[in-house]
């Protein structure tokens, strides 16, 4: 790339700033967002003088969904082995799509979630965040730093940048956020501090060049580019300067420099603490090395959660070693998905990965982070 073009890369990245370590503790207990309505100047150092939030772990264990009527003896403890679907006596077929998910997501990493199309991410995504389960039975735990969660606990210290946000294109960005800052911001903040909020999201999220740019409508007013749009979306999110933060295929429709552009804002956001979680599609080599945890889909199982640089090692222990020079994450999609005409063959593949991999010290690291025993509750939703 040339000099020029980095410079203006480096322009857009948010503000470098020593990335702070990870200080989690799994069993320690939410705080609500605003500890301290009356602290003048945050932990985060912030201009703004709002407190810094606790950082948080978020996992998830035992998970199971089905789609359709209820089935089997409906108390979510189905063999996840003895096949997806069941047809009742009525004739109605209940079919899972998760099967026995468990994993953790903690302060300061960017997990990735991928796998083939139809590998249960979106619907993890969304078992994770409480969205779209309308139809969808869920059964399993979730939990923030150990205390089961509930979709307002969640919603209160979370944000979820969705695939395609909906903006008002006659606003520019800072008319944008500066509505967001009075409608979204906790209320005990005064006028000043939210203003000194959006100035600082704007910055940190390299949206200075276009702030006072119209975000525009497309065909009919020219607005701000697909990456800024994109970087838009998380600033709106992380006003409220939440610690868990899901993005929702946040590179899908960019150009690879931009989708380069918007993971290294996400690997920002983690490395200053925050605990962030997105689904992506097919990522270029030098995007997958920006994720610190991997977590591959496939068949609605779990067929790797760990670390993404041990990842090609853990396939080549199950024997599906990664070609050399081939991206690994393009290897490890193809190995997991289900060609059509040779589907029994993949299946055996996927199988066999993700059998390797309940039995693996990644799984059982992820088993560590359980509900607090003293509050382990069994959860069982109808929605
Ligand atoms: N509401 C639903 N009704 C019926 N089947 C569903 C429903 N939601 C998900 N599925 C099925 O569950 C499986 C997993 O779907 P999901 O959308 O989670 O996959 P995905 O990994 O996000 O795929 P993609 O990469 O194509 O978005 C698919 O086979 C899908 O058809
Ligand atoms: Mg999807």
Not at 42 to 69: A, M
Not at 201 to 212: F, H, P, R, S
Not at 284 to 308: C, H, K, N, V
């Amino acid at each position: 790339m040339s000099d020029a073009g980095e410079e203006e890369r480096q322009a857009l990245l948010p503000r470098k700033e020593k990335p702070s370590k990870s200080s989690y503790s799994a069993t320690g207990s939410i705080n609500p967002v605003f500890t301290s309505s009356t602290e003048k100047v945050g932990r985060s150092g912030s201009l703004s003088g709002i407190p810094k939030p606790e950082p948080i772990t978020y996992s998830w264990k035992n998970v199971n969904v089905w789609i359709g009527s209820e089935n089997g003896n409906g108390n979510g403890n189905e063999d996840p082995e003895s096949g997806c679907c069941k047809r009742r006596k009525n004739g109605a077929v209940s079919k899972q799509i998760l099967k026995n998910v468990s994993g953790v997501v903690r302060p300061g990493e960017l997990l990735a979630i991928m796998g083939a199309s139809g590998a249960g991410k979106t619907t993890l995504l969304n078992m994770l965040t409480f969205r779209n389960t309308g139809k969808l039975r869920v059964s399993g735990e979730r939990a923030i730093n150990g205390v089961p969660v509930t979709p307002d606990m969640l919603t209160s210290v979370s944000g979820y940048v969705q695939q395609e946000d909906l903006f008002i294109g006659t606003l520019t960005v800072r008319e944008h956020l500066v509505f967001q800052a009075l409608v979204k911001m906790h209320r005990h903040l005064t006028y000043k501090q939210r203003m000194i909020r959006v100035e600082e999201v704007i910055q940190e999220l390299g949206l200075t060049k276009c702030a006072d740019t119209l975000i525009g409508i497309p065909g009919r007013i020219k607005g701000i580019s697909g990456g800024e749009m994109k970087r838009l979306s998380f600033a709106s999110e992380v006003l409220t300067d939440c610690q868990l933060v899901f993005a929702d295929e946040p590179t899908s429709g960019l150009d690879s420099y931009m989708a380069q552009n918007v993971v290294e804002v996400l690997k920002e956001m983690a490395s200053k603490g925050k605990t962030i979680v997105c689904t992506i599609h097919q990522p270029a080599s030098e995007i997958y090395a920006l994720f610190d945890r991997l977590l591959l889909m496939s068949e609605g199982r779990t067929a790797y959660l760990g670390d993404a640089k041990n990842a090609v090692d853990f396939f080549r222990g199950c024997g599906n070693p990664c070609p050399v020079n081939f991206n690994p994450a393009d290897f490890f999609i193809q190995t997991l998905a289900i060609q059509p005409g040779s589907e029994e063959e993949c299946q055996k593949i996927v199988s066999n990965v993700c059998d390797t991999y309940d039995k693996s010290s990644e799984a059982q690291e992820v088993q560590v982070y359980q509900i607090k025993p003293d509050i382990l509750l069994e959860i069982f939703f109808f929605i």
